[in-house]
């Protein structure tokens, strides 16, 4: 067992959570402070993709703030180096509704990347925003600081009325999704919580029982905030790709219809599920890589053997 | 009046000669409906030589009655038969492994009540097990200990004099301690002292009740919706004890009720719980171990591992109820997510309760 990808995985959750969390709040601080931000909005840009800037501020019809959050940052400091450039380049034209803007992108990362980031601020563009958060240090506030000097009215904005409190219990049990992608594993315990709740009391010591998976799909709806709580879309592909998941590793039999059935004993004592899933989801991919590997080397295997009779016959 | 172990004695030996084919002293007789069975422990509770009354408050849910709750327990291979004895009134019978209890179960002020005599040990251990896989149907009642205590201090006003004479005090990390001195005086607020010196709850307190220098009343209160009667009499044990903690452990599941995550038009409802542990700090310890217990018990997942915060996501594997725990530096909260049942809520409650018993849940 690769102990070092499954603490990946996990924490993958850890930080899709604390991010679910931090986008959740500051959805709240716009709507208390009556700034009309947008939360992971689709914009047109340069390259004719639609980019989804986690937060931003539009003024009569003009994109003109970007805030991008990093749940997590490399450690590698040219990794980080690539990634805010990449931040900076992806939201440097945004087209909204027929107009083209360049808004002032601000990025808002961890206090745990504070010293890779001020190790590579030298190297970045000055328009650059950065700011970082502590989201960790204390169980109901979010505090900011900005390193040097903010080009960005939306990070002043948040920053003047920093720490930003809230209630952890509230937001994390009011949003489990944002329009980020969820880890697999994440979506997956999700599930099969709701799994739970749809048993039958005089059900309950039956081997399995039948669920569907439309109703599943309006259950887990209504953990998604207000700004994608109609993402039917959305919702649907990453309730599939848990279930699909969920098949592989023998919790439920499902083929694509809408009937699921459910094995509720499985798993049932292997402690931390989200852990437990995580090894599961380790040892699958360790396991196709495998497969990979063994196929591409006998591809290769039998290239070379090919070549040499070429090479044989043409001599 | 003869000596508490020489009638622990006699009921242990009863208890086995039940278990080989002979039966309870209660279970042996027959009434003809409830009233008939009460005059019954009337008249011999004011005998000293008779067994424990144990009585078990249980928590059904409402659209099942007792004989269908039978039906599902035979269904989960336990050997359980319920026979109607009048209104009200049925003749029950568990079996559990090489255990059994034999007894009545009556309908009380919205709980059932199971009334059965025997020793302490032995039928509390054939009740919790019943109890424990019958979780999806059936529950024992509970009243948190902070309450216990409120409900033996009214209690305490109908008599000359309540005096505590043992209980169980439990700490953190599950260590119980019997707690035995020379009988004292019962008071809410030496109790809560006590409590507190200790650095944990009572799970248990027994106490006697006198009328002028006359002993009426020897029994003991549980959290786990269980009441015995050691000795004296039954009519006021039923109306100054049985009754009013009945009222609380019903109060306690009525305000367990309704708190399931809604949404309504777009808006999501919440109605958490929360624990209070004033101005002791919950520890990195406390919440390890609250963790651990946590996924054994329920199908759970860490959603954050503390630090300062420990969240935790778990389903009650016998109703499916869905619960979001967090625990802070001096506060614990419970949020019930889109299904929590009053009885798996106060099973979740009573277990936080046992792993950290310094936490007050406040009901409100």
Redesign the interface.
Known sequence: MNDEEVERLKQE??VY??TVTFISVMYEFGVNNSILLEIEKDYLGLDGNPKTPDISLVEVGSVIDVIEHKGAMSENPQAAYDEVMGVASKYSQLECEGRVSSPRVALLYPSCSDSVVREIRPGLPENLTLCCFDQ?????EISFSIVGKSKSKLVDEIVTRAPIKYN???I???YKFIKASPPLIYTA?QI???F????D??S??EDEYQVSRSKLLR?AQ?FYP?WI?NNLQLNSSRVDAALEFLDEIDFVSWSGEDDICVY?SK??RS?????YFAKRLAAIRMKERKKREKREMKISKSQQRGQQSTLTRFQ | MISRNKLNRYNALRNVRCCQGTCFMLGLEKFSGRAHFFDYLSNTYLRAEVPSLHCFAFILPADMTPLETVEYAKKRGLKVTLTPSGDDLFHLNIGIRTSCCVGYLVFVDGNWIFFTDGETSRVTSTVNSFAGRMASVLRLAYVPSPMLLETIGRISREYTKVLLTEGTICTTGETFRNWKKDPVPFSVKEAHRQAAKEDGKWSSVSVKCFQGDREVLDCRFYERGHLTLYSGDYSQFYSNLLLPYVSSALKVSDRMKGRERKDVDGRILLHPLSFDFGQRKVTPRDMNLLSERIVARYSAAVMHPGNPMLQIQLNDRDDGSAFDLYVFSTKLEIVPLQKSTPAALGELVALVSDILPTGLPEMV
């Open positions: 959750c850890h959570q604390d960790s240090s204390s169980d109901n952890p219990s509230t994390r049990s009011t315990y099969r919580s709701q739970y709740i749809y048993r009391i005089k309950t010591g259950d209504t207000p709580r509720p798993g049932s402690g931390d599920q989200i852990d």
